[in-house]
């Protein structure tokens, strides 16, 4: 096994223990158990414990922006899109919240490598909001920021589409209000 191979099993096995059971509930020596790789090869390749939630954080981040923009790139309307993809990510059986916030509630500023990830990702999905509703309209892209995250927060306790249906029709009364003005 190469490092490279190594630092995907590592991460792969950080991603489905982290998101399942928390940072601080994990252990380095599960992650190692889990992956298979050594633990002198998974220190080498993550020196420390806030290296390895860092790059799972940040690895999750591509994969879940990626996904998010392949949807509202290919729908005649995208901001429904935002919804209707997070509808089916909440409606995944092993859906445990948003990831990023899960961390910072966790470890809270403490680790900057993690904070860092954590703005950056809400920076994101800011800033592609505001790519969808157009330039001049901040306060609209706020506004779906905030349906976004707030269904986000209660399909992690109520699991399902149904958060993801609200804040669409929320959204479609924000979008069509601001087009009035």
């Known amino acids: 096994m190469d490092d490279e191979e190594a630092r995907t099993r590592l ?55 990626a996904s998010l923009r392949e949807a509202v790139t290919a729908s005649a309307d995208p901001v429904a899109a935002v919804f209707d993809w997070l509808g089916r990510w909440f409606s995944e059986p092993d859906f445990r919240g948003c990831a990023f916030l899960n961390a910072y509630g966790e ?31 901040e306060d609209l892209a706020d506004q779906l920021l905030l349906l976004a995250e707030g269904a986000t927060a209660v399909a992690a306790l109520t699991p399902g589409p149904a958060p993801a249906i609200r804040a669409r029709e929320a959204a479609h009364v924000l979008v069509h209000a601001s087009r009035a003005d």
């Open 11 to 65: 991460l792969d096995a950080a991603e489905a223990l982290f998101y399942a059971e928390g940072v601080q509930a994990v252990g380095m020596d599960r992650i190692r158990a889990e992956s298979g790789v050594p633990l002198k090869r998974l220190y080498r390749i993550f020196p420390a414990k806030e290296a390895l939630v860092t790059a799972y954080l940040e690895r999750r981040d591509r994969r879940w922006t």
């Open 107 to 137: 470890l809270g500023a403490g680790p900057a490598g993690v904070l860092d990830v954590v703005r950056r990702h809400k920076a994101e999905l800011r800033a592609l909001l505001g790519e969808l509703v157009g330039p001049d309209r």
